[in-house]
Every structure is written in C-alpha cells, then in structure tokens.
C-alpha cells in the first residue's frame, strides 16, 4: 500500500526561531487544510536565554488534540529551525534549558572554542557569531556549567526532541547535524572530530534517516489527544532541507533554491564544495538523502522586518513603481542590518543618496538591496539554472523582478507557504504539493547593472 493510499492527512509540527505552526496537510494534494499558529518566544531567566520549550509543548499538543478530531491525521511530521540542540537528563527531561542560538558567549569561550574546532575542509562549516554553530554551544554548557552538564545522559538535533517527546526514541538526523554545527563531516557522513574533542561521542543519540518511522505516538499522549488509531511519528528535518527537498524531488540539477524565513539560504544543488568562502558565510548543508549541498545565507527576512517597521508601511504598487526611480537615483543600502552572518562579514549599514527620498523609494531599495545580497549569496556557490524562490519573498514582486535582471536568470516564484511544512511531509511518502508557482519571471530593469557597480564599490570604499 502507498503512502498516499494509507494517509489521508498528515500533521506537521513546524517550529521557526520568529513563528511555531502545527499545520494539516491533505496527503493527496499536498495542500494544508487547517493551520494553528504561535509566536516563538525566548525566556530570559536563568542562566541564558532559552526557548519556552514547555509553551510550545503546550501549544503542539493542544493543536494536535484539536485537529484528531477536525480534519483528523494519520501521521506526524517535524521540521524545525537549525542551531539547535537538547541536552536531555537520564529522566528524558531537559538536563539545561534550551539555549537561544543568538546568546553571545564570553570572549574566552569564544577563543577556547575557536582552537577545539575542526577546519572548514573537514566539516564545510564556518566559524559563525553567537551559538550559530551547534558546537560552540555545547561548548559553552559544558565548559560554564559542568554541573548541570554533567546530567546531560543523552544529545539530541532539534526536530528530534519533538519527535522524541511525541515517541519515546532518542535520535539525531544528518540535516540538522550538517546545517554548520561543526559536529558532521559531509563527505565521510559520520561525526567529525569535534565530538571526540568535546568529550561527547557517548552522548550523541543514534543518527537515523529524517524517512524513518520511529514508532506510534505513545500510548498515554495518543490517549490524552483522542487519537483512536495508531500514529506513527516520523524522525523530521531541518526546515530549510524540508523547504529544499519538493525541489530535489520535482527537477533535476543543476538550479537554485532560495528559501526565504528568518533567514535567507541559498542552495545550489548539482554543484560543488571546492570554492566555499567560510569567511563569507556559505557551507555544505546536508540534504535529506545525506548528500552535501553548497549553501550560502544572511539574515534577509530579520533585515526585511526591521527595515520595514522603521520605514513604515506602504502599497505593494507604489513600491513597484518606485523600483526604476529609485534605481536612477541611486538610493541604496549597504549591509549589514543583522550583523554577524551574511556574505559581507563586517559592513555597517549605511544609506546611499537618500536624502528627500520617499518612503516607497526606500522600501523599493530595501528589496533591491536584499536582491543584490542574494545575487552575492548564489554567486558565492556557483549556483546554476533557474532560481526556485520559496517563502515570504515570493510575494514580492521588486525582489524577483531585480534577482532575474541582477542574475539574467529565470525566477520561479512559489508563493504561499513556507515550503518547510510540504517538505516535512514529503518525509511520509506522500506527493509533493501542487504549486501555484508563477511562470518563469525574466526581468531587464534600466540602469540596474550600474546600480549594481555603484553598490560593489561601495562596498570597499
């Protein structure tokens, strides 16, 4: 029996660092039917700031118990943000909170960890700020805590700990332990040295595949739900390999995927690791199947939020008329808004010729701006064929229409949903969504080619 004919509907837990959504999907089109959403909050008590894992514990269960009754599912899928990672007690409860990965840690941490960790070659994963790498966390908890630590019996990747919550079984999966933790090597597929150096091999649950059935959804919880069947609990994924995998199923390399939440990712499936910049933030990720994608990333969506709550709100149609003037003024803004990560490690944010500038002039430059950063982010992976762009910036049209002009290349728009919930799906055997993607979207805008020299230079000036 397929997937499709044994599900009728799945449920997918999808937990972003800005939003958490418990979402239904029909199993035969792809499509969500019912959607409960929630913000995702970070706690500052304590030691350091960490997730509120038992509101969003709250918040799942009582969107699961809701939905066995209306529109009723037969499975669960998971998909969650990356730089994550539990730290269980022998008990199955949290040995330490949850640490929020945009903690900044003390220099010598920071210093001590620099020395531990392995090189670029070995993992294709950068050195980043904060807790973006897994590794430097768990640094971190070990070497400031050790008491606390010193509970921790088992290590779990992120999605897992729900599923392990929702199931009873403890595993770690190859996307989250290959989204720049340190903690995976990419071409061997097993643990890189890293976990031996921090003394915490023994630890790390088993790694099993993000396709793996870890079993039904244990009785008592299934019992407090209403579930009156068996559900079984898939062992989930990586968010921006859930949004990536519809693509690796339904085309065929090489193209691009620009998946656009928090943070903007880049893929450039079909090509190669050997020119990654780890000083520019692009790294191998791990797709689902376990093979290594050249990935690069910024802040884009964090920018986009900032950016527009200071500038205020304006129509859509004004800010697509004001794309060419603001383009022949040369009003434009450099990076960084969201310092720390992006492919120009460094720069202040700054504003070019805006002086007397309207406020959908500036929120047209806003998105040329993040276009130029993703033409930057896709040439830094030697991205090819057409660009695939999943998300919040599919709705936007400036974005797209400067990308294909900026890249001279076809532009997918695949509005809607962020993709991560379809691709958390896909995990079940069920077929990919039907699209609503737009035609192929090839742009010329006049004078953008300067604009964009005018930008570079900038840039180093």
């Known amino acids: 029996m397929s997937a499709t004919q044994a599900y009728r509907h799945i449920a997918v837990i999808d937990i972003g660092k800005t939003n958490a959504k418990v979402v239904v ?8 039917i019912a959607v409960v959403k929630t913000a995702n909050s970070v706690l500052k008590s304590g030691s350091y700031p960490h997730y509120d894992i ?3 514990w709250d918040f799942i269960i009582s969107a699961l118990k809701g939905f066995a009754r209306v529109p009723g599912f ?3 899928s998971i998909t969650t943000h990356g730089a994550s990672a539990v730290m269980l007690a022998a008990d199955g409860s949290l040995a330490m909170p949850v640490l929020d990965y945009e ?8 210093d001590t960890y620099a020395r531990l960790r392995p090189g670029f070659a070995e993992t294709f994963s950068p050195g980043l700020s904060v807790g973006l790498n897994v590794g430097a966390q768990i640094h971190y908890l ?5 008491a606390d630590f010193a509970r921790v019996a088992t290590i779990l990747t992120y999605p897992q700990y729900w599923a392990f919550r929702l199931s009873g079984i403890a595993t770690n999966e190859v996307t989250s332990l290959g989204c720049h933790t340190d903690l995976w090597n990419p071409t061997t597929q097993s643990y890189s040295s890293l976990v031996d150096t921090l003394g915490i091999r023994g630890l790390m649950a088993p790694v099993r595949s993000a396709f793996d059935v870890l079993g039904p ?4 919880l299934a019992a407090s739900m209403g579930l009156t069947k068996s559900v079984p ?6 968010d921006s390999n859930a949004s990536l995998l519809p693509h690796l199923v339904e085309n065929e390399a090489p193209f691009a995927v620009v998946s656009t939440g928090t943070w903007v990712i880049s893929f450039g499936v079909g090509g190669d690791l050997e020119h990654l910049d780890p000083a520019r933030d692009t790294l191998a990720n791990v797709d689902a199947y376990g093979r290594a994608v050249p990935s690069s990333r910024f802040m884009g969506g964090r920018e986009f939020e900032l950016l527009a709550a200071e500038i205020g709100a304006v129509a859509p149609e004004a800010i697509e008329a004001a794309l060419e003037p603001a383009i022949s003024k040369g009003l434009m803004l450099l990076p960084n808004i969201a310092e720390g990560s992006g492919p120009f490690p460094g720069s202040k944010r700054r504003w070019i010729a805006d002086h007397a500038a309207s406020n959908a002039e500036r929120l047209a430059a806003v998105s040329l701006y993040l276009a130029l950063m993703t033409e930057a982010c896709l040439g830094l992976i030697g991205a090819k064929g057409p660009i695939f762009v999943e998300g919040p910036f599919a709705l936007n049209r400036v974005y797209l229409k400067a990308l294909s002009a900026l890249t001279n290349t076809d532009v997918i728009a695949l509005p809607g949903s962020t993709g991560t919930s379809q691709g958390a799906a896909l995990l079940t055997g069920i077929r990919p969504a039907t699209t609503t993607e737009s035609s192929p979207l090839r742009a010329e805008l006049t004078g953008l080619i300067r604009y964009r020299q005018a930008w570079r230079d900038a840039l180093i000036s």
């Open 25 to 32: 999907l029909d199993a035969e089109t792809g499509g969500e």
């Open 54 to 56: 038992e509101r969003l």
């Open 74 to 76: 037969d499975a669960i």
């Open 103 to 110: 903690h900044g840690y003390p220099q010598a941490i920071q």
């Open 142 to 146: 070990k070497s400031t805590f050790p």
């Open 217 to 220: 959804v244990l009785p008592a």
């Open 233 to 238: 609990v898939y062992c989930g994924i990586h």
